[in-house]
DNA sequence: AACAACGTTTCAAACGTTTGAAATAATTGC
DNA sequence: GCAATTATTTCAAACGTTTGAAACGTTGTT
């Protein structure tokens, strides 16, 4: 534990020299004399100098810090994203701030507040289910701080920019694979709908069934979210109706396999042959004894580093803060 | 976009008052008038002027950051982990940065020096499979930082904080578990020996067995990493033993997963008595066919509490930095 | 000997806050 | 009505950097 802290007037005091030559002697100004880079650097490393961030953020009035909002890291998406962001992001030089809103509007106040003081220069966000209002989001934009929003995003907004998941084409995708496999009466289940491309996902589903002149039945539609029990409540009511669907389209695969879980525990007649589809390619589906026949590869780490390649083009003002853009990133379906 | 950032000095302006009442106002300072008071906090408010956290860095010389260095986020362990530490640390007014080292020293290193630039208040470390040398963190402890490392840790270290799982406890306990219900040949799957609590774990299995007369043998223990491959051939070392085991502890649950469909692929005998137990307790072992008779919990988000705990009492000087703690959080059996 | 020209170093202000001390304004006591 | 007291505001320095402008010292030229 040492005390006196080793900042540039410290390295100055010991060599000798004023505080500037010191600075630019570590950034390697073409001024300084090469000899003296040498003794300042040399010093710099023996008494562990490490400069101070907040001073220089405050000098250069930026932070070279990307803030992220996203409901929360128990989520397999979130995280691989993260990794795709992460990457891209320091090796152009900035450090990310990760925050959690655990889909809590007032969590994700504050931390957009947190982020804000801090300063970050841009900020990617997936929004939490029940963000309605936006103020602590515009703010950033007020702010000349350009914001990414990816995945989750305030559908009815088109003056944003978003980085999304081609979440239409993977359910038509899906959708059709299932139809080439020769189902008819495929069910389809929905998430929450106050998250976005619910609808979207909807509309994929729809489309690829007109396209193959199947008619739309709403019987084969129900909606659920994170809920075990009313996931079951919504399967019970797809497979209990009148069309008995043979193939099953689910949003998120953690709740396709409580359905899957639940049909088999209940015996139900035909169970082995129904094949189901879900979104997320969860790394655990190999241990499963009944998996999805496929998956909707969402490719995270991909929607992650468009996120930041995109923020990053906004930061360095090569695309105009209000040239709104929208980049799909497409699903792949993968077969088990 | 507003060209001019509203600083103190910007709301001083607007005001015609001094930066320092602006600042004592905003501040709740005594001396300061309840009428200007209201005036400079309105003019705040609607000018949306949000305090600069460098520059208070700078001033106060601390940051409120606590620092987070682990391996990566894909494992469940450490996001719950972070649950832990980010609840306890932004109710007492800290904000949190987490770094993935993804198990690789370079990174680590890089993760420990952004963080150090920081400023940051404490550090918590969990640290890479591959860190044998410390100067990085010590860096910490040199400029009065404290750090606190959990779970991973360098064990033969003494002279640090640590928070860590009772490893060896819920290995007792879960060997003592299957012996309970019947089983003498217990076979043993550890983790990757650089792991320092790789050992502890085994020595929990064996005193279970030694508790319980249960003579041990070399031919029912394996080793294995986060490698299926490598998993595959310790289960084919354990299950064509002589002694062939009625029982298997594992020292993490996806491996013990890769084992327990390994022997279901090959229609291994008796596997359907085979009982298992392995560390994490997984949420997704709802959906398996063939699950773990019982999980190891490890508490994580217990164990991020307790590490956050400890590091704020180091950080107000309430323990010196010099008393090493060392900290056990118990694992609980749960039977499925 | 004078001075231009260069290589190198230093000065000084700025970034946005905080805070004890000093200054000023308002109030009270007599 | 004036000093003493109290309430309120302002001054000024500091936190650790960066950086353009100014200053310095050394050479070389004439």
Redesign the interface.
């Known amino acids: 534990?040492?005390?006196t802290?080793v900042t540039l007037k410290f390295l100055a005091g010991k060599l000798k020299m004023s505080v500037s030559t010191v600075s630019k002697a570590l950034n390697n100004y073409p001024t300084i004399n090469e000899f003296t880079k040498k003794r300042v650097q040399e010093m710099a490393r023996e008494l562990?100098f490490?400069?101070?961030?907040?001073?220089i953020?405050?000098k250069e009035r930026r932070?070279r810090i990307i803030g992220i909002i996203l409901p929360n890291?128990?989520d397999?998406f979130f995280?691989?994203s993260?990794?795709g962001v992460?990457q891209f992001a320091?090796a152009h030089g900035y450090?990310v701030?990760?925050s959690?809103s655990h889909d809590d509007l007032q969590k994700e106040i504050?931390s957009a507040?947190?982020l804000?003081?801090?300063?970050v220069d841009g900020l990617i966000v997936a929004i939490s289910k029940h963000t309605q209002q936006f103020d602590h989001l515009n703010?950033f934009?007020?702010?000349?701080v350009p914001v990414v929003y990816y995945t989750r995003n305030p559908s009815f907004n088109l003056n944003c920019h978003k980085v999304l998941g081609n979440t239409f084409q993977g359910c038509y995708q899906a959708t059709q694979f299932l139809i080439e496999r020769g189902h008819r009466k495929i069910a389809y289940l929905g998430g929450p709908k106050m998250i976005n491309f619910t609808h979207d996902r909807f509309n994929g589903y729809i489309n690829a069934l007109k396209d193959n002149q199947i008619p739309f039945s709403a019987e084969l539609v129900a909606y659920t979210d994170f809920d075990q029990e009313n996931t079951i409540t919504a399967i019970q009511h797809l497979f209990s109706a009148e069309k008995i669907p043979t193939a099953l389209v689910a949003f998120k695969e953690p709740i396709l396999?409580d359905a899957?879980?639940y049909l088999k525990s209940i015996n139900y007649p035909g169970f082995a042959k129904i094949e189901c589809v879900g979104f997320g390619n969860n790394a655990?589906i190999?241990?499963?004894?009944?998996p999805p026949v496929a998956s909707i590869e969402e490719n995270p780490e991909s929607v992650g580093e468009n996120a930041i390649k995109l923020l990053l083009q906004l930061i360095n003002r090569e695309i105009d803060?209000q040239d709104y853009k929208k980049v799909m990133v497409d699903c792949r379906l993968v077969v088990h």
């Not at 490490?50 to 001073?55: G, R, V």
């Not at 190999?286 to 009944?290: A, G, Q, V």
């Open positions: 534990m040492q005390n802290p562990n490490t400069p101070n961030k907040s001073a953020n405050l932070s890291l128990s397999h995280t691989r993260i990794d992460e320091t450090n701030i990760i959690q504050q507040d947190m804000l003081r801090s300063r703010q934009e007020k702010m000349g396999f899957i879980k655990f190999t241990y499963l004894d009944n803060l």
